[in-house]
């Protein structure tokens, strides 16, 4: 093995860095914090053979329990930041989506509004598409600058394959920068959105719990008759269903929640219990909208 790039963990716990808490630790650990450092970390990890896996805030991440035999990456330092270049903004794909949202809002800069209540990082939010109240990122979204072990190139959004909840974006790609083209509005009214929006998802979602947030997508199946995963979860009886330390939420069947000592292993169980279960009901496959890091196994009776 050759002398790995300056700064790399050994055997780091990754359960803190998701919103869930479960899972064990990754093999190798780096918070880059610019660009060179974050090519060098991935080219080291191509010429060892190790796959890469990026952590944004962790907010849409099922890690294995029995950790991540590779290089796992947080972005840190430049790639954590922001800045503004008049109606511009540009992210590092590290900078929370919440707070890109609020400091947009101070500077007098409309379209990021959606991003008040996805507490992803701008990198997380390209990878995933994520998307609320119709506001489409694809819409505002000007360039990414996406790295890998070759280098670093700007990507635009026609390049990246958006569909919901997806983008092209392969294992080994990191979106290191992303840059927002926005309309000069004035602050007072932009806040007022934030603050109903922030509003609306407060009377809808639980808060103050750990959880990814939407576990299965919401299905295109007609079967579904335009019914959302979690209406279809909950019409299956789902809501408040519990499997060691994880249960389907009280009030949003769609979100599990680690409501005591759950490991990655409790909420597999759970979310092949709730897919059996709506697949019984209405016919309908739930796909995970859920990222999962390291190798898992699926319980019997995943496969319908
Ligand atoms: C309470 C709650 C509410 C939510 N509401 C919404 C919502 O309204 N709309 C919505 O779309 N989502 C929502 N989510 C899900 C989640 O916040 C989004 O999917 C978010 O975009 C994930 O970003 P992240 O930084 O947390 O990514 P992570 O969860 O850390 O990672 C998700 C995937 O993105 C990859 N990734 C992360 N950063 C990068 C990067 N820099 N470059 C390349 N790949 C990267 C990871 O490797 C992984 O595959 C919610 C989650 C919670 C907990």
């Known amino acids: 093995m050759s002398a790995p790039p300056e700064g790399l963990k050994r055997d780091f716990p990754l359960a803190r860095l998701t919103t869930v808490r479960t899972g064990g630790a990754a093999d190798w650990f780096a918070r880059p914090d610019n660009e060179e450092h974050l090519i060098a970390a991935l080219r080291w990890a191509d010429e060892e053979g190790l796959p890469v896996g990026v952590i944004g805030s962790g907010s849409n991440l099922l890690v294995a329990d029995d950790g991540f ?34 400091k947009s809002a101070n500077w007098g800069l409309s379209g990021l509004e ?38 670093s190139e700007r990507r635009t959004p026609d390049q990246l394959g958006f569909t919901y909840r997806h983008s092209n974006l392969r294992e080994g790609e990191v979106v290191a920068r992303a840059s927002f083209g926005l309309e000069p509005a004035d602050p007072g009214e932009i806040k007022a959105t934030l603050a109903s929006m922030r509003d609306r998802r407060r009377e809808a979602q639980p ?14 199946d007609e079967r579904a008759e335009g019914r959302s995963a979690g209406q279809l979860l909950e019409a ?26 759950a490991t990655t292993a409790d909420v597999l169980e759970l979310m092949a219990e709730g897919r059996r279960r709506v697949h019984e009901r209405f016919g309908v496959e739930l796909e995970p909208e859920v990222q999962i890091l390291g190798k898992v196994s699926w319980p019997d009776g995943w496969e319908l």
Request: proline content about 3%; some cysteine; charged content about 20%.
């Open 69 to 102: 035999h590779g290089l796992a990456l947080k972005l840190d330092g430049d790639l954590a930041g922001i800045e503004r270049e008049g109606d511009r903004v540009i992210c590092g794909g590290g900078y929370r989506f919440p707070s890109a949202a609020a």
């Open 207 to 220: 808060s103050g719990i750990k959880t990814f947030g939407s576990t299965f997508k919401n299905p295109e």
């Open 114 to 151: 959606f991003g008040v209540n996805i507490p992803g990082t701008a990198g997380g939010a390209v990878r995933m598409n994520a998307n609320a109240y119709g506001g489409q990122l694809a819409r505002v979204l000007e360039w990414v600058e996406v790295c890998t072990a070759a280098g």
């Open 236 to 261: 299956a009886g789902c809501r408040g269903l519990r499997h060691g330390g994880a249960r389907f939420s009280e009030k949003h069947a769609n979100f599990v929640e680690n409501y005591r000592g």
